[in-house]
């Protein structure tokens, strides 16, 4: 079976919509449909955003092992998933539900062409964390620079936090195991010098003796 993804909303990475959209295939089509439509998520100035989108959700459908390819086409979005889905000869087009005006009315048009009304597949998933919005290429390295500096500013607190003081307790044990370990010591010391003291008494004696 052969299965038509148009990729509409820049929510079709979800891991539940692709199970859906390519059970039971072995051969996948991904469309992207630059359209001229205000109300479109994909315009001409996002081409390059949507091309990574594109090459993204072709790894996860070749990690499901189908058979895949893509095709950026430009014009009106409901002709361009009519014409791909008749020339390619799809058996489905698997759509990912979007609650707007302009979805509904695609779907609607869609479903009005006799050749393909029987193919549509409506797919609805719950999007708790969309995984890209309608962004640019611009805005997305402004979003990854304002993470990094976030990223610095916890790393420099947890760094001053550890540069702090310790409590008025804990130094105060400190101090009190470094002055009994100093006491210890000095008292080692005395002890080993009091037992070479005896043992040259002892030699001296018996040296003595000996006389």
């Known amino acids: 079976m052969k299965v038509l993804i148009p990729l509409l909303s820049r929510h079709e990475k979800n891991e539940e919509f692709l199970d859906k959209a390519v059970k039971g295939a072995n051969e996948v089509v991904l469309l992207i449909v630059i359209d001229t439509d205000e109300r479109s998520k994909l315009k001409a100035a996002d081409i390059s955003s949507a091309t990574h989108f594109l090459e993204e959700v072709k790894k996860l459908v070749g990690k499901k092992r189908k058979k895949c390819e893509d095709l950026t086409e430009w014009g ?65 390295g402004k979003k990854t620079k304002e993470l990094s500096s976030e990223k610095k500013e916890i790393k ?4 001053k936090t550890s540069e702090q003081p310790k409590d008025k307790n804990e130094t105060q044990k400190t101090d009190y195991m ?28 018996n040296e003595k003796e000996k006389d």
């Open 76 to 140: 009106e979005t409901r002709k361009k998933i009519r014409n791909t889905a008749i020339l390619n000869k799809v058996d489905k087009i698997s759509l990912l539900k979007q609650e707007n005006q302009w979805f509904e009315e695609i779907i609607k048009e869609l479903k009005e062409e006799k050749e393909i009304k029987n193919r549509i597949q409506v797919i609805e998933v719950d999007l708790d964390k969309p995984e890209v919005e309608n962004i640019t290429d611009f805005e997305q």
């Open 156 to 159: 420099t607190k947890k760094e």
């Open 178 to 205: 470094k002055e009994t370990k100093r006491i210890a010591d000095k008292i080692l010391r005395q002890g080993f010098k009091s037992i070479d003291s005896i043992k040259k008494i002892r030699f001296s004696r």
